[in-house]
């Protein structure tokens, strides 16, 4: 079974906080995504990454930063959180190319309030 | 602007008859359309798929219908039980979902009554 964990389920943080969001996913799978999800809107994709080092934007990047340092591991950063970033956050991963399986597997998501 | 959207935020149905989502477009490269199922507290998983070469999609008590010239799909749920009850999301890619960014809908909290 594919795992993908969150480091935290539940996050307080106060504005300007530096906050570090982790993902760490056990399938060896190259594609790793962030999204979050508000009421009405949805997941919206925040960052991806194809492989490590290597990192995209997605729709709505502005006010964080990613870092992917090992394929295992994708880093969510808010560099200064304000409260408009309170969500949750949700990390999901897959494997390159169609194969057999070709969705993205989640967490079980981080719910952050910026306070 | 959101180029998946579905309108109902919520949906009633009664265990055992039969639950319709609907999910409408604008993307006109959409190639992917996917159904994940988020139960609280849980991320979302997997439900069913299909690709635009198809107009149907079966999968147990699931089956995905898409209209490529409306740009709708709609999922159907028969019979529905109560272990559906959750957020259902519609969501769509322009290649494979595995590689390409997936654009979500809104969602709609199905509950399937006793």
């Known amino acids: 079974d594919v795992k993908v964990t969150q480091s935290s389920r539940y996050l307080v943080k106060r504005t300007g906080e530096k906050v570090f969001l982790e993902c760490v996913q056990d399938m060896d799978h190259e594609n790793m995504f962030w999204y979050r999800q508000d009421p009405g809107l949805g997941l919206r994709l925040i960052y991806f990454s194809y492989d490590v080092k290597m990192k995209e934007k997605g729709d709505i990047p502005e006010g964080y930063s990613v870092s992917r340092e090992k394929k295992e591991r994708f880093s969510l950063i808010l560099e200064s959180a304000s409260t408009n970033q309170t969500s949750m956050y949700l990390c999901?991963?897959?494997?390159?190319?169609?194969?057999?399986?070709?969705?993205?597997?989640f967490g079980p998501g981080t719910r952050l309030t910026v306070t | 602007d959101q180029q998946v959207k579905q309108n109902s935020p919520s949906l009633s149905v009664q265990e055992g008859r039969i639950s319709i989502l609907n999910c409408d477009y604008t993307?006109?490269?959409?190639?992917?359309f996917l159904w994940y199922k988020k139960y609280p507290a849980e991320g979302p998983t997997f439900l069913i798929s299909i690709s635009s070469i198809k107009d149907k999609n079966e999968d147990g008590r699931f089956t995905v219908f898409l209209n490529k010239s409306a740009k709708h799909l709609s999922l159907h749920i028969v019979p529905s039980q109560p272990g559906d009850s959750a957020v259902y999301f519609c969501a769509a890619s322009e290649g494979p979902p595995s590689d390409y960014k997936l654009s979500f809908g809104a969602g709609t909290t199905v509950t399937v009554r006793a």
């Open positions: 993307n006109s490269m959409f190639d992917y």
């Open positions: 999901a991963s897959s494997p390159r190319g169609t194969g057999f399986s070709y969705e993205q597997y």
